[in-house]
């Protein structure tokens, strides 16, 4: 069987080459590009301006990415929202939706598993077992957007996976997700988050988008790094700053520094001193997250004394920190549990 072409991946510029290889005008592919993008179709049969016959030769010749909702939960301390997705494959995906006060909040996963290896991480835990397409990751948006019934206006590509591992997927699902004739997002809502694979966070920069970038920092030496991620024997943290500090003169976007902070690791004050020497020459922000810890591992959270302590010290060196306020505390444990939970069936 040939594989057939997934048309919610496609750009504009793209369908309308489609459309025109197919016979038909060009305004169709604007048509159908706006029932995906903006009406959030699920299927061609809702495309209701489109003729049967067209609608059939669709249906025939491509295939249309609809994840399918399998499992939701909602805090009912804040309203956030866990959901689980199936792919077509059968594989599961884990999606949050989060409301501010800003607008509401998604985070997506960007591969199914990951081969990052985190030591502290659920995700990663039986490795990665594929890419997500673009259609796969904007559907995760597009699912949440009509279930809830109202408007995402931030995205942040920190669920399932590492996104610099898949780099062309994301560099595709970021176009049509800003594209002024889909959901128009804006890029300064979207943050997309790395272990650090360096050659990828370079070429990002050289796209010069507007997002902004996290990287997940967790140590601030380069052995302690390679005790909690494997991707630091790869890549030193000299050469991490190198490329953050590349990415800010490419963008002038500020970078954020992610901090898991787990007691007895790297939560001390000479760790905060570290901490400070890297971030005090970039422009950038440190999110402090306390470890969410998981069954499979022994890591604990730093307590509250500890972690105030640790904020205090770069604050008074004048480093930009927040703690990352746990949201849906309720609903499960860390990032990547809703679905392992499902697949171990429990
Ligand atoms: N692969 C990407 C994005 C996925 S995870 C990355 O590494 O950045 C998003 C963030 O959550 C990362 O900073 C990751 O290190 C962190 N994280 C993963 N598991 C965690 C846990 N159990 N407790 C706290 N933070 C965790």
Same mark, same amino acid.
């Given at each position: 069987m040939t594989e057939r072409i997934d048309i919610k991946s496609l750009s504009l510029e793209e369908l309308i080459s489609e459309m025109e290889s197919l016979g038909e005008k060009k305004f169709r592919a604007s048509q159908i590009y706006d029932w995906m993008h903006v009406k959030l179709a699920r299927g061609f049969d809702e495309m209701t301006n489109l003729s049967g016959k067209l609608r059939e030769k669709l249906q025939q010749q491509y295939e249309y990415t609809s994840l399918k909702l399998i499992q939701y939960q909602e805090s009912a301390i804040d309203g956030t929202r866990k959901y689980l997705f199936a792919l077509k494959d059968g594989n599961v995906v884990e999606s949050v939706w989060m409301k501010y006060k800003h607008g509401n909040s998604v985070c997506i996963s &960007? *591969?199914?598993? $990951? +081969?990052?290896? $985190? +030591?502290? $991480?659920? &995700?990663? /835990?039986?490795? /990665?077992e594929r890419n997500l397409l673009p259609s796969e990751m904007l559907d995760q948006i597009y699912s949440i957007q009509a279930h809830t019934g109202q408007r995402v206006s931030n995205i942040v590509v920190m669920g399932t996976g590492e996104p610099m591992d898949n780099y062309d997927n994301l560099l595709k699902f970021l176009r049509l997700l800003t594209d002024e004739h889909g959901l128009?997002? &804006? *890029? +300064?809502?979207i943050t997309v988050s790395t272990c650090g694979i360096v050659p990828n966070m370079r070429r990002l920069a050289e796209e010069k988008l507007q997002i902004t970038l996290a990287l997940s920092l967790h140590a601030s030496t380069d052995a302690k790094r390679k005790e909690l991620m494997p991707i630091a024997n790869k890549y030193s943290i000299a050469e991490l700053m190198d490329a953050c500090k590349y990415y800010f003169e490419q963008t002038g976007r500020r970078i954020t520094f992610e901090y898991s902070l787990v007691g007895g690791v790297n939560d001390t004050d000479e760790d905060a001193r570290l901490l400070t020497a890297l971030a005090g020459p970039l422009n950038c922000h440190v999110n402090l997250i306390p470890v969410n810890p998981i069954k499979e591992r022994d890591y604990v959270q730093s307590d509250n004394g500890r972690i105030v302590a640790f904020k205090n010290k770069l604050e008074k060196n004048k480093i930009n920190v927040t703690i990352r306020r746990e949201m849906g505390r309720d609903i499960d444990g860390a990032c990547g549990q809703l679905r392992r939970r499902h697949m171990e069936g429990s």
């Amino acid at each position: 069987m040939t594989e057939r072409i997934d048309i919610k991946s496609l750009s504009l510029e793209e369908l309308i080459s489609e459309m025109e290889s197919l016979g038909e005008k060009k305004f169709r592919a604007s048509q159908i590009y706006d029932w995906m993008h903006v009406k959030l179709a699920r299927g061609f049969d809702e495309m209701t301006n489109l003729s049967g016959k067209l609608r059939e030769k669709l249906q025939q010749q491509y295939e249309y990415t609809s994840l399918k909702l399998i499992q939701y939960q909602e805090s009912a301390i804040d309203g956030t929202r866990k959901y689980l997705f199936a792919l077509k494959d059968g594989n599961v995906v884990e999606s949050v939706w989060m409301k501010y006060k800003h607008g509401n909040s998604v985070c997506i996963s &960007s *591969q199914v598993g $990951c +081969r990052m290896g $985190c +030591r502290f $991480c659920a &995700s990663t /835990l039986d490795g /990665l077992e594929r890419n997500l397409l673009p259609s796969e990751m904007l559907d995760q948006i597009y699912s949440i957007q009509a279930h809830t019934g109202q408007r995402v206006s931030n995205i942040v590509v920190m669920g399932t996976g590492e996104p610099m591992d898949n780099y062309d997927n994301l560099l595709k699902f970021l176009r049509l997700l800003t594209d002024e004739h889909g959901l128009n997002i &804006s *890029q +300064r809502n979207i943050t997309v988050s790395t272990c650090g694979i360096v050659p990828n966070m370079r070429r990002l920069a050289e796209e010069k988008l507007q997002i902004t970038l996290a990287l997940s920092l967790h140590a601030s030496t380069d052995a302690k790094r390679k005790e909690l991620m494997p991707i630091a024997n790869k890549y030193s943290i000299a050469e991490l700053m190198d490329a953050c500090k590349y990415y800010f003169e490419q963008t002038g976007r500020r970078i954020t520094f992610e901090y898991s902070l787990v007691g007895g690791v790297n939560d001390t004050d000479e760790d905060a001193r570290l901490l400070t020497a890297l971030a005090g020459p970039l422009n950038c922000h440190v999110n402090l997250i306390p470890v969410n810890p998981i069954k499979e591992r022994d890591y604990v959270q730093s307590d509250n004394g500890r972690i105030v302590a640790f904020k205090n010290k770069l604050e008074k060196n004048k480093i930009n920190v927040t703690i990352r306020r746990e949201m849906g505390r309720d609903i499960d444990g860390a990032c990547g549990q809703l679905r392992r939970r499902h697949m171990e069936g429990s």
